[in-house]
């Protein structure tokens, strides 16, 4: 079956896009989006040396916004730049290159190229074309789904996995003691070090009428947490009080998201983030999310220490597979 990529649609789309792109006035980001206001998701200094500072921003920022970015993250600025430099030139191949790395229809994987086959509700469709790849552990890793042009890819992205580690652990220590949890239980009890580091690159054309399409439609991610870098051009929004605001790029940054599981394990402390993605009228927009998760045979529910009987547990404990399985399916969890 031939699938149509969005970056071909995008090629012969020079003033209007097919109707199946047009939002409803309820999701059109120039509709729904607060101007002019200046308020921006937290940015928090991972490098502070005052570590009790650093669990209060991030238990701040996780409890209200579930969003937050961070800077002095250990990652060499120099390896995320080689991180987007290859996945760019990936899309940038002729269609029947990246063809070989398509997702075949009917796979049970995730991994692949390709673009969302399935309609949205209200038959609406996404303007993005995807890879997907898990990057961590090495058992993990199918690397048939791993590009071999350009040929740093791998290198690249290993080099990226690798610095990862610091930040996720960083991470996950402050949302536990922020808990009032050992700093290790947090890892724990979303697999310790077998968590998946899943890598997807979101390919977003250039859109004549970006201001009625949506890249990404709204959603919380259903991993523990994301972690995102994007390319210069903006188009990332989160929503909090109901109100969509745009996420202002900080250079060199690393962009949080808190996902479904942690806000599962906090017992509703921490919040998931309610996202989605603009696309630009001019420009190709790329971001790189890699969703750190549980072990999809791993079973996540609110932690044993953080529930008795004034606070019973909000959250059924299931697989991570059949967390995944009903949102995808849309059956209640
Ligand atoms: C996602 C996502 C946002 C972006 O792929 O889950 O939310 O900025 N992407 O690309
Ligand atoms: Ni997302």
């Known amino acids: 079956m031939e699938v149509e990529r969005v970056q071909e649609i995008a090629n012969f789309s020079k003033e209007t896009i097919p109707e199946e792109f047009i939002r409803t006035t309820y999701e059109q980001p120039a509709l729904t989006t607060v101007q002019g206001t200046v308020l921006e998701v937290p940015v928090i200094d991972l490098s502070d040396p005052d570590e009790e500072k650093v669990v209060r921003a991030i238990v701040d920022a996780s409890s209200n916004w579930g969003m937050f970015q961070v800077v002095n993250h250990g990652i060499p600025h120099e390896t995320v730049r080689k991180l987007k430099e290859v996945g760019k030139a990936f899309f940038e191949l002729p269609p029947q290159e990246k063809e070989a790395y398509a997702k075949s229809p009917g796979s049970q994987s995730i991994e692949g190229y390709g ?3 399935q309609r949205e509700v209200e038959g609406k469709k996404a303007w993005v074309d995807h890879l997907f790849h898990k990057i961590w552990p090495p058992s993990e890793i199918n690397y048939q789904f791993w590009p071999k042009n350009p040929p740093s890819y791998r290198k690249n992205n290993e080099e990226y996995a690798k610095h990862m580690h610091g930040v996720v652990d960083k991470l996950f220590r402050c949302l536990s003691l922020g808990l009032g949890l050992e700093g290790n239980e947090m890892k724990e009890a979303m697999g310790g070090d077998n968590m998946v580091y899943l890598l997807k690159i979101n390919y977003y054309p250039q859109c004549p009428q970006a201001d009625l399409a949506l890249g990404v439609p709204a959603h ?18 989160a929503c909090k009080d109901d109100h969509w605001y745009d996420v202002e790029y900080i250079p060199n940054a690393l962009i949080v998201h808190i996902g479904d599981q942690i806000e599962i394990v906090s017992n509703g402390k921490y919040k998931s983030v309610l996202h989605r993605a603009k696309v630009n009228k001019e420009k190709t927009r790329i971001s790189w999310p890699v969703f750190v998760e549980p072990p999809s045979d791993l ?35």
């Open 115 to 117: 673009t969302k086959l």
């Open 220 to 237: 919380t991610d259903m991993s523990a947490i994301t972690i995102l870098v994007p390319n210069d051009v903006q188009g990332l929004q």
């Open 299 to 333: 079973e996540v529910g609110p932690h044993p220490k953080l529930v008795n009987e004034a606070y019973p547990p909000k959250f059924k404990s299931k697989k991570y597979s059949q967390y995944c399985f009903c949102k995808l399916n849309k059956t209640p969890q």
